[in-house]
Each structure stands twice: as C-alpha cells, then as structure tokens.
C-alpha cells in the first residue's frame, strides 16, 4: 500500500538530547513537509522540502534540522536547542504539478515527549 | 489577529444531527480551500478540496466557500458517532504554503 510511515509513533527523550524522527513516503511525491501540533495551536510548519537535497524552514523552523537525501526519506532532528520539544509531528508529502502543490498527505504521527 | 481563525468547540450533538463547522480568514489571497479530519492520535485525512468560492458535495459532507464574506463552512448530514474527530480547515494561494486552523472537536453521541 501506498503511504506515509513515521517512526517511531512513540518518543520519550531527556533534556538535552537530539532526538531523529524518521519519514518515509512510497507515493513517489516530490514535496515533503514536517509539522509540529500542539493542543489549541493547530500544525505550524518546521520545515518542507520540493526536490532531493534541498529544502526551506517554514515558521518554527528554530531548533530543528532536516535532510534530503532521498526523494523517499525527509527526517526531522529535534535539537537540544528547541525549548519546548515536547509535542506530536506530522509528517506529509504532495506533488508538485504546474508549480502548485496538491493535497497534503500526512503520516499517523510522532509524539516526542521530553522528560 | 491569526490569518485562519476557527471555534475549536468542542461541539457535542446528537446522531442524525446536522453539524456546520465553520473558519474565517483574512488573506483575500487564499483560493484552495480544504477540510481535513482528524481522528485521536492519527495524523490528518483531507475530506474536501474546493478552489475558489462556491459548493461542493460528497456524500453527507458539503463543502461552502464564500469568498466575499472570506468565510469557509463545512455540512455533515445525518452525522455518525464515527463522525466523531477533530476537523481542521486549511487554506493556500496559488503556490503558497497551506495555512492551517486550529481545528474544531466534534463529538457525535449515539
């Protein structure tokens, strides 16, 4: 089946420690993106990727660390610097067609939670 | 002022009830529009997808787009307590990055 798949769903990391959340998509889209939500907030955008080793900080962007290596693969490294890490990411992909992007299609999710 | 502004309920209604979710937006630039349902602890699933104003049907879900009023509605007829999730709007313009709601919590009591 085609999809999304984070891991891990579940997270517990200490103060401190850089932490990678892993994304991978057999949809063969071209855009990844990484959303962090936090209750009341909605999902604010870290980072999103168009092509192969490129990719643009969305609005959190700060304490975070993304690569692209693989059209397939987009993790998401929780840095010590992010102050408050504690929260559920989402990962999603959609393709890129006449420069606009399609609908977003998301993984089941992370939930990091620092101790 | 948030550019997407949703009531995050939650909102409790009877099976068979007819339910209207609703966002307002200030960006006159937004023309997709799009409602996503979120089960607990499950990433998001899109429902709807609509460009610029006007309705779409699928279903017992109808999606109003008023871009006068910048002002988005979401109809489920005859809800289910399967219908029970937390319902996000979303938005873009053209090749601009989806801004998204803060989502609304339904509950559907049997």
């Not at chain 1, 975070?64 to 504690?86: C, D, G, I, M, W």
């Not at chain 2, 550019?3 to 307002?24: M, Y």
Request: proline content about 4%; hydrophobic content about 30%.
């Amino acid at each position: 089946d085609g999809g999304i798949t984070q891991s891990p769903k579940y997270l517990f990391r200490k103060e401190g420690q850089n932490v990678t959340l892993s994304c991978e998509q057999n949809l063969n889209h071209d855009a990844m993106y990484w959303y962090r939500q936090d209750p009341g907030q909605g999902l604010r955008l870290i980072y999103y990727s168009q092509i192969v080793n490129d990719f643009q900080k969305g609005d959190i962007a700060e304490g975070y660390s993304v690569s692209r290596e693989k059209k397939e693969s987009f993790p998401l490294t929780v840095t010590s610097a992010q102050k408050n890490p504690t929260a559920f990411y989402l990962c999603a992909s959609s393709i890129i067609l006449q420069g606009n992007t399609g609908e977003l299609f998301f993984g089941e999710g992370s939930r990091l939670t620092v101790l | 002022q948030k550019e997407v502004e949703q009531d995050p309920g939650p909102l409790s209604v009877p099976e068979g009830a007819i339910v209207s979710l609703n966002c307002t937006y200030s960006n006159s630039a937004f023309q997709y529009f799009m409602w996503y349902r979120q089960y607990s602890r499950k990433g998001p699933e899109l429902l709807m997808y609509t460009y610029s104003s006007g309705n779409k049907e699928d279903g017992r879900f109808t999606a109003q787009v008023d871009k006068s009023s910048k002002y988005i509605s979401l109809f489920i007829r005859d809800s289910q307590p399967s219908d029970s999730a937390t319902y996000l709007c979303a938005m873009r313009g053209g090749y601009q990055k989806v801004t998204f709601g803060t989502g609304t919590k339904l509950q559907v009591i049997p």
